[in-house]
């Protein structure tokens, strides 16, 4: 892996958190609420409503402390350890681990069904919730770390996408989201010119024999659709949101049109922000943003670490 793609790997883990932290502020508020794009910045407006008005200024939610505890466990457990990931998620829940300033907010109700079930001594590939109710974006938001450290191939990247995602969501189409997601991540890395598109295709011929990821992807995902969304916490209207917040040329733009949609804001601009870093590499993030955030202190080292792993 040269200068170049390391630079690039890195823009996806910043760019996650960036957007996370850019829209942590808005969160909850519907698209009429929100600022002009031009005024949408990772410290609200005076006089805005932030939403987690306890959040440190800067600071990334639940997603990226999770994404940052599923790097943590890959990098030192040097594969997929679905148990080990499971009780970083109860660290950060309990004790704040990778959360900045040790602040837990904004979890998500699936997520707390999991981790109590993980406390309960459920196996982790059981604790996840897996009705067709409980399709929340939560394993989604976190799992760009998983492409972003892999080396082995399509099938395998897809494989670990979905185990990580039963930790807390373990119905199918959450899980194909995240495979779907890892693949774009990985195509657009790789500088495919549609990358969505390859993604889209690889995932078809893996599943072809799988009728449940299948008719998941086909019939609830449609990856063929047109790109449109409203920011929402369900999982496929997220990775949809995402897709469109993408149609942007920069970094800055795609993360202040994820914000844009309103409703589950930092994690919109959490998933379209790692992509658009993966695109735009580290130096696409504007300086401003990257000097606000927060908790660089954790960050850093995983991230020093996840550059020198590459080949």
Known sequence: MN????????????????GDAVGVPYEFHRPATLPAWDAIEIAPPVGFRRA????????????GAQA???????LEQRRLDVDDLGQR?????????LAVDGLVFDVGIQTTQALAALRAGVPALSAGPSGEQQNGNGSLMRVLPLALWHQGDDRELVRDAALQSRVTHGHPRSQVC?????LWARATLSGASDAWGAATETLRSLCHD??????????????????????????VDCLHSARLALLEPTYERVVKRAVSLGNDTDTTAAVAGGIAGLRDGLGGIPSRWLDALNGRDLVDPLAALLRASGN
């Open 68 to 74: 940052l505890c599923l790097l943590a466990s890959l």
């Open 52 to 63: 987690h008005k306890v959040a440190p200024a800067g600071a990334w939610s639940d997603d």
């Open 3 to 18: 200068t170049s793609d390391r630079e690039r790997l890195l823009g996806g883990l910043y760019g996650l958190l960036v």
């Open 210 to 235: 799988n009728a449940a990821w299948s008719r998941e992807l086909e019939e609830h995902v449609r990856p063929d659709d047109a790109p449109q969304g409203a920011g929402s916490g369900y999982v």
């Open 89 to 97: 998620f109860v660290a950060w829940r309990d004790t704040g681990y």
């Open 178 to 182: 995240c495979a779907l997601y890892c």
